[in-house]
């Protein structure tokens, strides 16, 4: 009787697999694969949230101290002329939306400022890509953020006034910390994807507004065309702090020192990087760069600090922002064109490059990051 049950349960198996498959096979018409990592062994990859109205033109995500979620909503203004971009809040565990600021036009990056935010009030820059004229307002945006148990409640904003005009703002970085030649804690720098032909400046903001441009500055090999990400880090302490920035119409990443120099990072074309949109920083010491390819064409790149370029995730729809949630190091991403927010949950030892490396940033390096969220969480 044994040995019969144990026959007839593997033809139940067999069946219900050969079920599965021919279920699958009919269903792969319609359904879409959704992302994958490029190497499984890497993590899980999950669907956060999905909603065409909620999180329509989703760009840029953030995180506070407290590891809640933000977006950014890239919507142009209606044909009143009146702008509807905006920023959620996105409850990373139930996927549930919450509009915060439904009146900024084309709302494209978001950033925490852990500087002057308080326990109760979190404190935030967006910049606006905006397609009018270059202007000293309404260009970068102060978003204050009141928190009750330190869930957002409600959100006000206010216009940074800037002493020199811009346009189309896109990446944008906070200083956490003094940094030298590049600023003090709580220095801003923007980047211009703006439609001027051969303007596109990165610019240094204080929170006064007072306005420098790296980019151009005066010698033509400065100049940029189409910054659009931006950030700023030290690969754990491989090389020294410097400002990056996602050079999309030229396919590459850009190292911008303090004077605006500017140097192409490693060798993109060996992964054949495309339009690079949206730059950051991990907790394992990677840049991860998302590209702005639609049709499931969009990838996950992340660089080394050698600057090795390497396919971490493929299979997107536009991707374009990336944060990693400070209380556990998972990797969130937005789809602008499935309106769609994805993430990555690493797996508990996070593979590095080299022996070196997996000993000096992988597992180190990731305690010390808690370790600086939790100063801040605490500041
Ligand atoms: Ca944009
Ligand atoms: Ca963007
Ligand atoms: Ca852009
Ligand atoms: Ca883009």
Known sequence: MFQLDIVLRRHVFLVRM????????????????GPVLTNPALGTITLVAKDASALDEIDGLAFDAYGNLF????????????????????????????????????????????VSSTATLGRFYVTSESR??????????????????????????????????????EGLVVLEQDAGDYGSAGDIFVCEDSPRAAVHAIA?????????????????????NRPEGLAFGDFHGALTEALYAAETSRDRIVRIDPTGAISIFGTPTVIGLESPDNVEFGPD??????????????????IAADGTHSVFATGFNSPQGLAFDPKNGDLYISERSSETIWRVSFATSVPEPSAFALFGTGVIGLIGYCIRRQKLLRS
């Open 18 to 33: 050969i079920l599965l498959l021919v279920a699958g096979l009919g269903r792969s018409q319609t359904v879409s694969a």
């Open 71 to 114: 977006g950014t909503l890239e919507i142009d203004k209606d044909s009143g002329g009146n702008p509807r971009g905006g920023i959620v809040y996105v409850d990373k565990l139930t996927g549930t939306i919450t509009n915060l600021i439904s009146d900024i036009d084309r709302a494209d990056q978001i950033a925490f400022d852990p």
């Open 132 to 169: 009018g004229l270059a202007s000293t307002s309404d260009r970068l945006f102060r978003v204050e953020v009141s928190y009750n148990a330190k869930l957002p409640q409600s959100a006000t904003k206010a216009s940074v006034t800037t002493t020199a005009g811009l346009l189309g703002l």
């Open 204 to 224: 240094h903001i204080t929170p006064a507004g007072v306005t420098t441009l790296l980019t151009p500055n005066g010698n033509s090999a400065f100049n940029l």
């Open 285 to 302: 010491g990677f840049l991860y760069v998302s590209e702005d390819r639609g049709s499931q064409r969009g990838r996950i790149i992340r």
